[in-house]
């Protein structure tokens, strides 16, 4: 035997010689060496020591399914990062793809280690996928490098420099309209202060993290980078420049340094998500320019920022420094009003003093609803706040800004002494899904019982829930999915929680409000009203369109419609169809080959499937592996050989008793085989008559190993070839803790009667299976059936009726005459065996 070994192991090695000629510099040459080594010695096993070569085939089963189950929960992760059911930083997205490429890398690993012979192409293709994949990651774009401070007058120029809100209001100057002097500290200089610290592996670190559905870890992450940021240093040459700019345009005025990040003011409002600095002494400007750095990474604007699908340095902070006002009033224009978007009407919220109460939800404000043509009055000769010239000067201007930006606007004005001047224009967000889309508003909702009438609406939708009262911010964080909150005023704060939110009530603050801004963004209806009263856990709707709140719950609610539209899917489509799309879906498909994978997801299904088939012919029909199986005892006519995965090789011959099956699949099955109610009678000996009859006249006896049946095991996991007659079965199943792993296969082919009775019996096996949940494919004289992921008690359940069908059917060809029969036999199984 030996001997013969060895000659066809050189007769490979020759072969393969004389295709691939040694070449050390060559890579290709050295990795086909590799193969060629692998593949000589899984056959030295498989001839020498096959038991050993089985246990390996096992252990690279376990492992290829360990990796199986890290790929799928990454993979499901994934699906919700990319499509934005569960939005999750940019950096999270690399890490857990890097991790899904590491789980496949493994499962491809342990199935060319299971056959090293029909895998060759896997890691190629494994190979090219990943790269794609990494083309496609999200790439980290910060430039260090100068300018870094710009003018107002240039920022214009240099919008992806100077932010969003400075861009915004340089370009104010350019259409004529009156604004404060000042600079940008530029996006550039926030990359240097990054990289001059060290701080891009800790902030990636944390980031990798954040997933906006952990809302306590996202509050950690927060702190750990504000940490970092406070605690670093404002690069020398930097800290000068900022210093020399502030002495040279403002003198000793106090300062307002307001943040304007590159994705603020834009598309995405990022409205009240970040911080401001005010009445800064000049002194304090380097020190107030880090405190804005670390208010990028507050809470609700990380949170902001990934729902919107937005990187960290897609989102890099610039910050616009201006002088101080200490205004009689301040506020904002809407050029189009988001409550009365069907009018042509102009609104101008006002506010004694600075405009950070209005603006942070805390003041109601004083309103004015003016006619938006340029020539029309304004209604108002004189009243508390403004003049009747003040607001027609207020309203040329914002009209002014809306043909120079082409869009609504929403202006931020104050009035200084008796200078107005703007400090902020941005894109008005426009209503998103709802009646506003060309729909009829309601009169009335379908319900009957209004609580509450002649609410001002801040955000338009419909919103039903269950009501949570919120005193506090600190309140927030308990708010559970799908309430109507009450709180005392909109904090910009409750924007972070609005993916819990399906309305807001409050008792002060108004549609001007930085929070009703975002609300709006998502359909979320917000009323403001200072007597409203509701009771904890009250079922309300809320109608931002009437102000109205009422009892019940309506159906024609618009609050959960916009959950998830603002996530940007599009941006990471390619990267969604290379790991999360599943095509290759037919395991009995010519197309199920590596060549045809086109995604991760793919590749994870191709190896699983193969692995499992793997394991289904995992001994071959005569059992050479199975010398070190013990022989079971059981009263039943059936030889059976087991072989303990768990048990030490060379662990003893001696027979097994059947309570000493420690196997759960094998004790399912078996309990299913011993069913007293099925008779197996004392004049059969159940053996492989096929294999005994092509035996040298029938000299082996019929106990020999390779006639009998055998199963081999460990804990959860059971492969069985069973041997009745003409007629074999196989089945390959795991039964273990996690239900995704699980599975039973079933393999029926044969019989010794005719082949219409055979057809009979697969017929009679189809039904039954079929109707204990079981997917079934004939082909020919041979039945597969599968029953995949279950739980521990379903798979074990589903292998002790399948042990009863394969000692009920043993003989049964010889039987069966006709299709009524064996339908009728299937109904009367499926009665008592279940």
């Known amino acids: 035997m030996a001997l013969a070994a060895a000659t066809m192991f050189m007769v490979i090695a020759m072969g393969f ?55 799928l929960e990454i993979l499901a992760e994934l699906d919700g990062h990319l499509f934005g059911h569960q939005a999750a930083d940019p950096w999270r997205v690399v890490l857990r793809c890097n991790q899904l490429g590491q789980a496949i890398t493994g499962m491809v690993d342990q199935l060319t280690a299971m056959n090293p012979f029909d895998y060759q192409d896997l890691p190629v293709k494994l190979a090219a996928t990943l790269k794609k994949v990494q083309a496609l990651l999200p790439v980290d774009k910060a430039d260090p490098s100068p300018p870094f401070i710009l003018s107002l007058d240039e920022a214009a120029d240099y919008a992806e420099l100077a932010g969003g809100k400075a861009t915004n209001l340089s370009h104010a100057r350019r259409a004529g309209v009156p604004t404060p002097d000042g600079f940008v500290i530029t996006a550039s200089a926030f990359h240097r202060f990054i990289a001059d610290n060290g701080l891009s592996q800790p902030f990636i670190h944390c980031l990798e993290k954040a997933d906006v559905g952990d809302h306590q870890t996202i509050v950690r992450i927060a702190g750990a980078l504000q940490e970092l940021i406070i ?129 942070d939800g805390s003041h109601t404000p004083t309103s004015y609803h003016l006619p938006r043509s340029i020539d029309a009055g304004v209604g108002w000769a004189e009243t508390a706040l403004l003049t009747g010239d003040q607001l027609h000067t207020l309203k040329k201007w914002a009209l002014q800004l809306e043909t120079y930006f082409g869009s609504p606007q929403d202006v931020e004005w104050l009035l200084a002494g008796d200078r107005l001047l703007v400090v902020q224009s941005r894109p008005l967000p426009a209503e998103k899904e709802g009646y506003d889309q060309g729909l009829e508003v309601p009169a009335v909702l379908d319900l009957s019982t209004i609580l509450h009438d002649g609410l001002h609406s801040a955000s338009r939708g419909i919103g039903s829930g269950e009501v949570f009262i919120a005193p506090s911010g600190k309140s927030f964080r308990d708010i559970p999915e799908g309430a109507i909150v009450v709180t005392p005023t909109l904090r910009p704060a409750l924007s972070q929680f609005l993916d819990r939110v399906n309305g807001v009530v409050a008792a002060s603050g108004s549609r001007a409000s930085h929070f009703a801004s975002v609300a709006r963004e998502r359909s979320i209806p917000v009323v403001v009203g200072e007597h409203v009263s509701l009771a904890s856990g009250q079922t309300v709707t809320v109608d931002g369109y009437h102000g109205r709140v009422y009892a019940g719950t309506s159906s024609q609610q618009t609050a959960r419609r916009q959950r998830q539209r603002d996530f940007p899917r599009e941006k990471f489509a390619e990267l969604a169809a290379a790991t999360c799309h599943l095509g290759l879906l037919d395991p009995d498909s010519p197309e199920f080959r590596p060549d045809m994978c086109r995604s991760l997801h793919d590749l994870v299904r191709y190896c699983h499937e193969q692995g499992v088939r793997e394991m289904f012919s995992l001994v071959g029909r005569k059992g050479r592996a199975m010398s070190q199986g013990r022989r079971l005892q059981t009263q039943l006519p059936l030889v059976m050989y087991l072989l303990d995965l768990d048990a030490p090789l060379g662990s003893g011959k001696k027979p097994l008793a059947e309570s000493e099956i420690t ?140 042990g009863r069908v394969l000692a009920y059917t043993r003989m049964m060809d010889m039987r069966l005459q006709s299709d009524r029969q064996a339908a009728s036999e299937a109904t009367d199984f499926l009665r008592w065996a279940a």
Not at 47 to 70: E, G, I, M
């Open 17 to 71: 010689s004389s295709r691939h000629p040694s070449r050390t510099d060559d890579p290709t040459a050295v990795s086909s060496l590799g193969n060629f080594i692998t593949k000589l010695k899984y056959l030295g096993t498989a001839w020498l020591r096959p038991s050993r070569l089985l246990r390996d085939k096992y252990r690279a089963f376990r492992q290829l399914l360990v990796d199986d189950a890290d790929a």
């Open 231 to 359: 605690g670093a240093e404002v690069p020398k040459d930097l800290a000068t420049m900022i210093e020399r700019e502030v002495s040279e345009r403002f003198g000793d005025r106090l300062l307002a340094v307001r943040s304007s990040a590159l994705a603020e003011d834009g598309s995405v409002s990022f409205a009240g998500q970040y911080a401001s600095e005010l009445q800064v002494p000049p002194k304090e400007a380097v020190s107030a320019y880090r405190r804005v750095l670390a208010g990028k990474y507050c809470p609700r604007a990380i949170g902001y920022r990934i729902l919107h699908g937005l990187s960290d340095s897609e989102t890099a902070m610039a910050v616009l420094v201006l002088p101080m006002y200490q205004p009689i009033c301040s506020g904002v224009v809407y050029t189009r009003d988001p409550a009365r978007p069907l009018e042509d009407i102009l609104s101008v919220y006002a506010v004694e003093g600075l405009g950070q109460r209005l603006v």
């Open 663 to 802: 196997s759960l699949p094998m004790r399912a099955c078996w309990s299913g085989l011993c069913d007293s109610r099925i008779p197996w009678g004392g004049g059969q000996h159940h053996v492989d008559w096929q294999e005994f009859d092509q035996m040298s006249g029938g000299i082996f006896s019929l106990d020999s190993r390779l006639l009998a049946s055998f199963a081999v095991t460990s804990r959860d996991y059971l492969h069985l070839n069973i041997r009745f007659g003409y007629h074999f079965s196989i089945v390959d199943a795991l039964c273990g803790e996690a239900a995704s792993a699980n599975y039973v296969n079933f393999r029926f082919k044969g019989g010794g009667a005719a082949h219409e009775q055979q057809v009979l019996r697969l017929r009679f096996i189809d039904a039954v299976l079929t109707g204990f949940g079981f997917d079934i494919r004939i082909r020919g004289d041979m039945l597969d059936a599968s029953l995949a992921r279950a739980t521990a008690t379903e798979t074990a359940r589903g292998l002790t009726r399948l």
